[in-house]
């Protein structure tokens, strides 16, 4: 089993930044690629990046050089540094991992979820 804990999301304004962090515990050497999703209220979980062991990255078009993902697999760590964030932005944001290697957007193939962190941004 993994367990995944996410930190740093917070309110900011339009054009802001934010850092997220997850950091995983437990079984972590089964764990090869994760992901960051996120979700709105009322709306389906949405993929914004996953990441590979060897720090390969996938990112959804909406990210358009925003976000930046990486990994420090000594820390059995992944953060996400949000850039130029806009409204639409805002949403809860999962940090997801899976047992397999290769990068996805498809949420049924991560086998491990973090509880999330709200980021909001301000108009």
């Known amino acids: 089993q993994v367990m995944l804990v996410e930190s740093g999301g917070g309110l900011v304004q339009t054009g802001g930044s934010l850092r997220l962090s997850c950091v995983a515990s437990?079984?972590?050497?089964?764990?090869?690629?994760m992901g960051w999703f996120r979700q709105s209220p009322g709306k389906e979980r949405e993929f914004v990046v996953s990441t590979s062991r060897n720090g390969g990255s996938y990112y959804a078009a909406f990210v358009e050089g925003r976000f930046t993902a990486s990994r420090d697999n000594g820390k059995n760590a992944m953060y996400l540094q949000m850039n130029n964030l806009r409204p639409e932005d805002t949403a809860v944001y999962f940090c997801a991992a899976r047992d397999r290697e290769g990068v996805t957007g498809t949420v049924d193939t991560y086998d491990y979820w973090g509880q999330g962190t709200q980021v909001t941004v301000s108009s």
């Open positions: 437990g079984r972590t050497a089964s764990m090869y690629a």
